[in-house]
C-alpha cells in the first residue's frame, strides 16, 4: 500500500486561485493514472480531473479552462492549480489513484470559495 499526503487547501473569494498538491509514497506515480476527486456539502465524491502517467489530461466540464491538472513523476507529485474559483467549488478535495483506490483515500484537503 501506498501513502498520500495532501495539501494546499483553503479559503478564497470568487475569482481567486488555489494550487493543492498531493505526494505519494512508493511507485504509485511510475504505474498509474491519478486524480483529483471533491465531495461537496450533501453531494457525492465526483473526479474532477485526472493525468495520466503520460501527461494526458481529462477534466470534469465544470471545470474546463479554470482548473489545471500535472504531475512530477520525479517528485511523485500531483498538483492541481484551480483558477477563477466560484462558490461551487466549495468542497472536500482529495487525491487518489484513478480509477480510485479504496485504501488510498485521505483526510482531503477544505477548499471554500466564499465572499
Known amino acids: 500500500q501506498v501513502q498520500l499526503v495532501e495539501s494546499g487547501g483553503g479559503s478564497v473569494q470568487p475569482g481567486g486561485s488555489l494550487r493543492l498538491s498531493c505526494v505519494a509514497s512508493?511507485?504509485?506515480?511510475?504505474?498509474?493514472?491519478m486524480g483529483w476527486y471533491r465531495q461537496a456539502p450533501g453531494k457525492q465524491r465526483e473526479l474532477v480531473a485526472r493525468?495520466?502517467?503520460?501527461?494526458?489530461?481529462n477534466y470534469k466540464d465544470s471545470v474546463k479552462g479554470r482548473f489545471t491538472i500535472s504531475r512530477d513523476n520525479a517528485k511523485n507529485t500531483v498538483y492541481l492549480q484551480m483558477n477563477s474559483l466560484s462558490p461551487e467549488d466549495t468542497a472536500v478535495y482529495y487525491c487518489?489513484?484513478?480509477?480510485?483506490?479504496?485504501?488510498?483515500w485521505g483526510q482531503g484537503l477544505q477548499v471554500t470559495v466564499s465572499s
Open positions: 487518489n489513484t484513478w480509477p480510485g483506490l479504496d485504501n488510498y
Open positions: 512508493g511507485n504509485i506515480f511510475s504505474i498509474n493514472t
Open positions: 493525468v495520466s502517467r503520460g501527461g494526458r489530461t
